[in-house]
C-alpha cells in the first residue's frame, strides 16, 4: 500500500494514482517505485523458511544424559550420607578419605549436569538469534532491491 501524499488515502501498490484525489504515485525525480512494508515482506515466511534453513537441534540425548548424571550425583549424596552414620559408629582416617571422595563424586555430578542443561539452553539461544539474523538478512536483501530499483530508475 502506498498513502498518496495530498489527500493521505491508503492506495494498493499497483495503482499507479489515487483512488480518492487521482494524484499519480511519484518518489525521486518523478518516476513511480513500488514500495513495500514490512508487512508485505511477509516475515512470518522467512521465519519458517529459517526454520528449515537451520533446524533447532535434537537435544533429547544430551537432555537425558545429564538426567543420568544428575540421578547418580543423588545417589552418591545418599551413600555420602550412610557413610557419615557408619563413621559416627566408629571412625577411622579411612571413612574420612571415602566420605571426601564420595562427596567430591556427588558435586561433580551436580556440577555437570548443571552445564549440560546451561549447554542446551545456550545452543537454543544461538540458534533463535542465527535465525533472526537469516530473518533480518532478508529484509535487508529487499530493503537493498528496491534501494537499487530506485537508482536504476533514477538513472534512466
Not at 515482506?41 to 523458511?49: L, S, V
Not at 526454520?51 to 545429564?66: F, V
Amino acid at each position: 500500500m502506498w498513502k498518496c501524499r495530498k489527500c493521505s488515502t491508503e492506495n494498493p501498490n499497483q495503482s499507479a494514482y489515487c483512488q480518492t484525489c487521482g494524484e499519480r504515485q511519484e518518489d525521486i525525480k518523478g518516476f513511480t517505485v513500488q514500495k513495500k512494508t514490512l508487512q508485505e515482506m511477509d516475515i512470518k515466511q522467512m521465519y519458517i523458511e529459517a526454520e528449515n534453513k537451520i533446524p533447532s537441534g535434537d537435544y533429547s540425548a544430551l537432555e537425558l544424559y545429564a538426567k543420568v548424571v544428575s540421578y547418580v550425583g543423588v545417589a552418591t549424596i545418599i551413600a555420602l550420607i550412610l557413610q557419615v552414620v557408619v563413621t559416627i559408629v566408629g571412625f577411622n582416617f579411612m571413612d574420612l578419605i571415602g566420605l571426601i571422595t564420595t562427596a567430591t563424586i556427588g558435586i561433580s555430578c551436580f556440577i555437570v549436569s548443571n552445564l549440560i542443561e546451561l549447554v542446551i539452553d545456550l545452543k537454543s539461544e544461538i540458534n533463535f538469534s542465527a535465525k533472526s539474523s537469516y530473518v533480518n538478512a532478508q529484509i535487508n536483501r529487499e530493503l537493498l532491491d528496491t534501494l537499487k530499483e530506485i537508482k536504476e530508475k533514477s538513472n534512466k
